[in-house]
């Protein structure tokens, strides 16, 4: 397994945040993971990524153990909510700024960012600076910057909670295209059902703490936990009631 | 005929508030200007002249002061800057703000008597480097205070998002912090440069009369009833704040609006 993590936990005070944390994951591979605010998803993901540390566990990253590594060490990009791209930065900038912290030649860095701007789709804007761009620009950007890194492992922490319907559904069409083009190993973190069945290779639901990783999606969505048996219950009430409406009608 | 008050208002409140500075410089050429005579019986260059053949001291106290107020002003900022990090990501954060007030509550005067024990001891007491460790007191808790704002969850995000591209902390620090908080240091730096630059009672103290700083020096012929060499050095120390007022709006204010 590409990424093996190991019986983590972490409490603040006397509230435990993370419980008995287990799950493993292919290389390039995605695992959405489903669960409402407060559930403990993005501690879990700090956790992950070096930003916080656990109580007790270990993370395996390609058989190497990074529990003790600091964040720049592990190869691990965390992306936020928020797009943060740098804004005394051009979009070209921004999405070359991993590489010349790691001093790639400007040569290098020039093929590179060229190249990814061109997966994302944003030939037009490479010379704009982030205020001038819109929501979904701005995301891609940030995207393009995680991945130009060449990450072991992309940790997405519900990355199109901010964008409109509209736009949220682009950047996932543009995500599963990049996340296959990169080969990407990635931890998608949602609390919309919808997103989590369509981004995921697989698929997991935490609770309190607690992550359920299921075998496939359709015992996902035969778990009467994960709520979405309540979710296609309500769709089809809605399409009855919607067409005897239409029968009064006609 | 129907008279149009705005512009006259206007253009009479703008002489209200040049009046001062343009007698001011009048005043700097002036000298034998006794009551009732309505013109000074000289004008000219003579009292400018004296400055540069060094006469009362003056270029040397504006030399002085610049020193003073620049080195208050960049270690405040630097420092304050760096020392705000640590403060607002602290656990006892709030305790910790409260206590930079600390040298706001007590008048300049009280907290130079309060601090000449120990300057005494140290050897630094009557000197530059005291008058500008002394300084710093007044104006680290101001910088420090001043870059609260600045950190926070979406700076503390920034870092950590530095930090998972593989940059270290200076890195974050270098590339990304100090070009985002551009504006603020500026700022910071102008603000914490003015509070030196126009201090009197902490440094009349400490200096004890051997730190003549402009201001002192500005005092010091007021109580003199030199009132023309008054108005000069009145004119030195306005020429730096008037000079780093115009940099700050032309390259800091107009960009952050």
Do not use: I
């Given at each position: 397994m590409f990424l093996e993590v190991q019986q983590i936990n972490k409490k603040y005070k006397e509230e435990e945040v993370v419980k008995d944390l287990n799950f493993n994951l292919d290389a390039h591979k995605t695992l959405s993971i489903l669960g409402k605010s407060g559930c403990g998803k993005t501690t879990m993901l700090k956790i992950i990524g070096g930003l916080e540390n656990s109580d007790q566990g270990k993370i395996l990253l390609n058989g190497e153990e990074i529990s003790n590594l600091s964040p720049e060490k592990r190869a691990v990009v965390y992306l936020y909510q928020?797009?943060?791209?740098?804004?005394?930065?051009?979009v070209f900038e921004n999405i070359a700024f991993g590489l010349r912290i790691k001093k790639f030649t400007n040569q290098e860095v020039d093929r590179k960012v060229k190249a990814m701007i061109k997966s994302i789709e944003l030939e037009a804007q490479w010379d704009k600076m982030p205020h001038q761009l819109s929501g979904g620009q701005r995301q891609r950007v940030s995207f393009g910057r995680a991945i130009i890194t060449n990450p072991k492992l992309l940790l997405l922490d519900e990355p199109f909670g901010s964008l409109d319907a509209g736009t949220r559904q682009r950047m996932q069409s543009l995500f599963k295209k990049i996340a296959a083009e990169f080969r990407i190993t990635s931890l998608f973190v949602t609390h919309d059902l919808k997103e989590a069945i369509l981004m995921g290779d697989e698929i997991g639901y935490m609770q309190k703490g607690k992550l359920k990783v299921y075998k496939s999606k359709e015992v996902f969505i035969r778990d009467?936990?994960?709520?979405v048996g309540n979710e296609i219950d309500f769709w089809k009430g809605l399409g009855m009631e919607n067409g005897s409406l239409k029968n009064c009608t006609m | 005929m129907n008279i149009r008050w705005k512009p006259i208002i206007l253009s009479a409140f703008v002489l209200l508030v040049l009046f001062p500075f343009v007698y001011l410089v009048l005043l700097s050429f002036a000298s034998e200007w006794r009551f009732p005579t309505v013109l000074p019986e000289y004008f000219g260059l003579k009292n400018w002249r004296a400055i540069l053949g060094s006469e009362g001291g003056l270029l040397k106290s504006f030399g002085l002061s610049l020193v003073i107020s620049l080195s208050v002003a960049c270690i405040s900022t630097i420092t304050g800057f760096a020392v705000s990090r640590t403060l607002s990501y602290h656990a006892k954060r709030n305790t910790l703000t409260l206590l930079a007030y600390f040298p706001y509550v007590l008048a300049p005067v009280v907290f130079a008597v309060c601090l000449s024990y120990f300057f005494l001891k140290l050897g630094i007491f009557g000197s530059a480097t005291g008058v500008i460790i002394a300084q710093f007191f007044i104006s680290f808790p101001y910088a420090l205070i001043f870059f609260?704002?600045?950190?926070g969850q979406r700076t503390k995000s920034y870092e950590e998002l530095v930090s998972t591209l593989g940059g270290t902390r200076w890195q974050a620090y270098i590339k990304v912090l100090l070009p985002m908080a551009k504006g603020m240091l500026l700022i910071c730096f102008f603000q914490t440069f003015l509070i030196s630059w126009f201090e009197y009672g902490l440094t009349s103290i400490i200096g004890?009369?051997?730190?003549?700083?402009l201001t002192i020096k500005v005092f010091l012929f007021i109580k003199e009833a030199n009132f023309y060499y008054g108005a000069l050095s009145c004119c030195l120390l306005i020429f730096p704040p008037v000079l780093l007022l115009y940099i700050n709006k032309k390259y800091v204010f107009n960009k952050l609006i």
């Open positions: 928020e797009d943060l791209l740098f804004p005394h930065l051009t009467p936990e994960t709520g | 609260m704002s600045f950190w004890v009369g051997k730190v003549q700083t």
